[in-house]
């Protein structure tokens, strides 16, 4: 049965963030030497423990993302061939690069402290897919060439490019010689890409993508003399000590056996997944589901989570089913619905009245369902919000965020299984990270339905409050 369906996440958020923390000196005096050295010590171990947890996890990382690439990064032709290897057969100087559309600077975050810097750049496979964005066509797949400013090293560039709303982000795998592999995700903030990424050492790598060379030069330079605020994590970043202020509540509701519609597989498959990761795995207090449900039982669900949450707490709100529209309006469809327009369904204008009046810092909502055409939404641009570097000022922040699957078109009802392919990258990301962000499970879904005809979307509701946050999953 063809559906569409539209994901919608809207969040704000208020809390804090530590890299590490340690609570064992609490007994220490300081007219003690020898338990200040026992401290030391401590801390030295302890550091010495997340390093090496660290480096694990950005290997495991690094793996994962390059098995991944192998389903875009396609055959390059003989010529393409023969050009890649005569430019990596010399060191060029950052000033010395060919003309390109796009140039990059990075800085590789070395465990033993010993930074290294990396500059490049890259053109569009011309025989790659485009899609549009802005009323303009872009291709999907760019190709080039890295130099280590050391000599060091050189390497091939392949990234790949897709849009989410208001925003174009993407992924890039390095392959150098001497047996080293990075790969990164990315996002376009106007003519800025900004992202970060790993190497196959285990390091964390920061880089940024610009139009001009000379703009290139500037952010090297910058790197150069400038000690980055990144924190070094990735991977699943299970080190990060995030202090949420209240408690996560979530509602989910499936509806998946229809008296008058199609019968749907996905649904209550996905709730029932997603309801295990959040109460086995994540900091999640209560968590209600709904399984075929009419509209009685969905209104009085959103009473219960409304009496439950404090303007302290993190709502989440997930629905997956059938929807259409009238007119300019959409529509939710509880299972006893008729399939002609009736009062049974529930107009998604009362679902946001009752929205703005959850009482949460936090509140996302999710939903998959058809012909769903949204809530107001703003232009505004998301601000940049890698993981690594703005966890912390995420959290501080109010944020109202819609993640969209597509926009009024129909999708298949499953991708793969027994979950719609929305789902699944949702459940995906969730099992795959001990702590993750909204804005990259929006990448993830992007790249999921990069070979099918609807286009996921991302944008803020600045209407609803929207203050530049970004929502967090965090494990127990």
Known sequence: MIRSFKSLLIIIFFSTITIHANSETSWITKKDSNKKKIVKETKTETSNWIKKKEVKENKKKLKEKIKESKSWITKKSKKKLKDIK???KKHKNIEDLPKAEFYFAAVVKTNDGEDSYIYGYVNSDKESSTFNFNNKS?????????????KEN???VDSQIGSIGSQMMGEVVLQCKKGLKMTGGFRQLGEIGKG????????VVEFEFYTTKNKAIAKLEKYKNTELSTPRFAGTNDNIDLKPTGKYYALLIGNSKYANWASLT???NDINEIETLLTKKYKFEKVITLKDSNRDKIFDAFDELSNLTTDNDYVLIYYAGHGDIKGNKSYWIPVDAKAKYSSKWINIGDIENYLQDIPAHHLAVMVDSCYFSGFTKSSNQINDQVKSKYYKKLLMKRARLVLASGSNEPVEDTGKGKHSIF???FIEALKSND?????NIGRDIAFAHAGLRQQPYYYTVNTWG?????????KK
């Open 435 to 439: 702590v993750i962000s909204l804005g």
């Open 266 to 268: 996905s649904p209550v």
């Open 196 to 203: 970060d990424g790993v190497t196959s050492n285990g390091d």
């Open 423 to 425: 789902g699944l990258s």
């Open 86 to 88: 005569d430019n990596l």
């Open 154 to 156: 050189r390497c091939e």
């Open 138 to 150: 872009y291709y999907k797949k760019s190709d080039g060439i890295a130099y280590f400013e050391d």
């Open 466 to 474: 929207h203050g530049g946050g970004d929502f967090i999953f965090i």
